[in-house]
Nanobody, 128 residues
């Protein structure tokens, strides 16, 4: 069992930035950690993922160029730097972990059903 804890959410004005953190209890059996979000009335969507072993990164087009995923393996922590935030970025943001048995193809597609462990989420609100 892997436990994940997100932090760093909050209220920010349009055009502002936030950095989210995802602390994992362990990464020894993980293949990747990803970031997802869910806005009210919408399905959960994948945003970005990073492989644990070699740091390959993947992004959905909706956030490419504005969001950056990174990791600190020594601290079992993955970050999501979010810049130029827009009101439509308002959502609950979740991190999730995929086991090391997950094919890279699934990790790259950042599909919710490919991820096995989930954090509780952190609220991000973009509003003036």
């Amino acid at each position: 069992q892997v436990h994940l804890a997100e932090s760093g959410g909050g209220l920010v004005q349009p055009g502002g930035s936030l950095r989210l953190s995802c602390a994992a209890s362990s990464t020894s059996a993980l293949g990747a950690i990803g970031w997802f979000r869910q806005a009210p009335g919408k399905e959960r969507e994948g945003l970005s993922s990073i492989t644990v072993r070699d740091g390959k990164t993947f992004y959905k087009d909706s956030v490419k160029g504005r969001f950056t995923i990174s990791r600190d393996n020594a601290k079992n922590t993955v970050f999501l730097q979010m810049n130029n935030l827009k009101p439509e970025d308002t959502a609950i943001y979740y991190c999730a972990a995929a086991t090391d048995a997950t094919p890279l193809f699934h990790i790259a597609n950042i599909r919710t059903r490919s991820y096995d462990y989930w954090g509780q989420g952190t609220q991000v609100t973009v509003s003036s």
